[in-house]
């Protein structure tokens, strides 16, 4: 059903300002018209009787789902991933890869540049190759390597400005010109699966970096005495922070005490999904390496997760639910914080010129509606 002019009544809406209760959203031409409380505007309505309004979720970090993986080199793959993680309420994607080796990656690049063209993507991340052998988890370990500049030019060149965040371990020699030329060439440098010590971080997000990929997972663990990538990616300021908040990968406590120092400015939940997600238990692929799910966790042969069936709705979920944040905090690292650290200026809320792009959510926080640029996807009943 598209929406040509719509005004959604009665909610809560989640805004920059705060939530509007009762509130209403004027949807025109695909894009939010304007946005108030009190008298509602004239035209056709649909009342959504005191449910959550809140903008279309962002993912920064997500490999696939529905069946679909991003590093296959059929579209259609990636349309189906797609299509699986906007039912769930992403509106906005990045495809992640995983390491491979260079010239495979090209390919990759390339076949998801062409879809980050068409609007389908918001753009490539790359998580790894430059990845440490100690915290590899579900990369293979043949396919890492320390980052050179003529294999960095590569990648970027691949993507003709689709990637927009490559993930690397800065202890690897060549890393600080790596986050250099990374940020230079119109990218996000994050720091992720890593052995590093605390000022070898320090020295990254100094040379640029600005995002910790899926916190305490794939990295060196908190010490008291050697706080390395945990400790000095959530206490700089100039990090956001990602959560993969499934309650398999961080335990609730850890997702509450995460989130809450990194505040509602910094923390990103993503689902680091992988092709598995709504597909069901069974054997799959992430990039070269088998993966077995069982009960809805993927895991290796070492047993080892590797990546997460989780979609956005769950996540925010889960952050509410399961560890006690508000839904406007919610928000801000389901929505708002992805968009911002993207530079997306257009999604992410829900305010006057900003994409039509919502959720609409149940007591529970149960997914109940989905619009996708003024056009619903799933309709509120």
């Not at 769930?88 to 090209?106: D, K, N, W």
């Not at 070269?288 to 769950?314: H, K, N």
Request: proline share 6%.
């Amino acid at each position: 059903m598209n929406t040509a002019e719509l005004i959604l009544t009665g909610a809560r809406v989640v805004t920059p300002g705060g939530v509007a209760q009762p509130g209403w959203v004027r949807v025109s031409a695909g894009k939010i018209a304007a946005v108030g409380d009190g008298a509602v505007p004239q035209g056709p309505a649909i009342e959504l009787s005191g449910r959550w309004l809140v903008p279309g979720f962002v993912d920064i970090h997500c490999h696939g789902g529905g069946g679909g993986s991003f590093t296959s080199l059929e579209p259609e793959q990636t349309e189906t991933a797609v299509a699986h993680h906007r039912a769930h309420g992403t509106t906005t994607m990045l495809a992640s890869l995983v390491s491979a080796p260079v010239p495979e990656l090209v390919k990759q690049i390339a076949t998801l540049a062409e879809l980050t063209a068409d609007g389908l993507l918001a753009g490539v991340h790359l998580e790894g190759p430059f990845l440490s052998h100690a915290r590899c988890g579900a990369h293979a370990p043949e396919a890492l390597r320390a980052p050179e500049a003529d294999d960095v030019r590569q990648l970027l060149d691949a993507g003709r400005g689709a990637v927009r965040m490559v993930t690397l371990a800065p202890e690897l020699p060549g890393s600080r010109d790596a986050v250099r030329q990374l940020v230079d060439g119109g990218a996000i440098a994050a720091v992720g699966h890593t052995d590093a010590v605390a000022d070898q971080v320090l020295e990254a997000v100094d040379a640029g970096a600005t995002v910790a990929t899926h916190l305490f997972n794939g990295m060196r663990p908190l010490h008291h005495r050697e706080p390395g990538p945990v400790g000095a990616l959530l206490d700089d300021e100039r990090v956001s922070v990602e959560l993969i908040c499934d309650l398999v990968h961080l335990h609730p406590t850890v997702a509450r005490l995460a989130a809450t120092h990194a505040g509602t400015d910094r923390t990103i939940l993503v689902t680091d999904a992988i092709s598995a997600t709504g597909a069901g238990d069974g054997t799959y692929e992430l990039g070269a390496l088998p993966v077995t799910v069982v009960d809805g966790e993927p895991r290796l042969a070492d047993g080892s997760l590797a990546g997460s069936t989780l979609t956005m709705d769950a996540a925010f979920r889960n952050l509410v639910r399961s560890c006690g944040l508000s839904v406007p905090a919610a928000v801000a690292a389901t929505s708002t914080n992805p968009a911002r650290r993207l530079g997306l200026a257009d999604v992410g809320e829900i305010r006057p010129g900003a994409e039509a792009n919502m959720v609409v959510l149940g007591d529970d926080l149960d997914l109940q509606g989905v619009m996708h640029g003024g056009r619903w996807l799933t309709q509120p009943s």
